[in-house]
């Protein structure tokens, strides 16, 4: 496999994303939405309660969660250990949710894209092995997942500090699940789903049914990372990093077999549903 050929289809792929703007936009409206105005929107509505009903409701919730959550959550007051809770635990699934939609929106149009703007016959009958031209758009399909990840976390980051920082005597965020979350977990999970949903995109002779069969395909994948990210966030240690160990393992085999199954008359869509 070379890597300047690896690197050619990841191009081309970026470059054609990039000037789509009709991809880029709605992920963007949704990754400012969910990393962005709802943690803003959250935090700054508890940091500013005073002692209303509401205020008393939240601080009813908060002693009612487990011990194990609100003991290791600083603060004396009741609505400082709930800015704690939400900032750290409640919202942490936001880290893999959005990240794995936007590299699904790519992954699901990665292939089946190629035969319906008539590029798949180049690529079928080009010197580029089959094993390049998957691991070119698994690359393609990861990096604007990664780049979603890196941002977005900055960003809430910066967000949770400036918010629930006021109550909970400075910057705290991120905290060390937080961290293993995103260094460690959520880059092979991405890689698990697009492995999966690059074999969707092979199969499907539509972009339209490809999208379709990638959600419900990768409903299970965004299931248990949604359990997994509340996990690490909240038993950071040595689980997250037998759960991130385990993910990549899971990632590499789903993405060694995946390559060995893509074949050129995929790409011209003549090869059997078998």
Known sequence: MRASHVRAVAGADLRRLFKSKDYWIPLTIIGVLFFMVIPFISLSVISSLARTEFAEQVTSIVGNLPASLTDSAPGESPLA??????????????????????SVAVASNAIVGERERGTGEFLAHSPLTTTEIYTGKL?????????????????????????AGRLLGGWFFPTA???????WVVPPFIAVAISIVLRMSARMRSAASAQQASSLVTLPVILMSYLVAARVVSSPGWPGFFIGAAAWIVAAVLSVRGAKRLRRERLLGVASET
């Not at 250990?81 to 936007?102: E, F, G, H, Q």
């Not at 690359?139 to 918010?163: D, Q, W």
């Not at 699940?177 to 260094?183: A, D, E, P």
């Open 139 to 163: 690359i393609a399909s990861l990096i604007p997942g990664y780049i979603a990840t890196a941002g977005g976390f900055s960003v809430y980051a910066l967000i949770v500090n400036l918010t």
């Open 177 to 183: 699940g937080w961290v293993i979350l995103i260094v």
């Open 81 to 102: 250990k709930a800015s704690y809770v939400l900032a750290v635990y409640m919202l942490a699934p936001i880290a893999i949710i959005v990240p794995l939609t936007v």
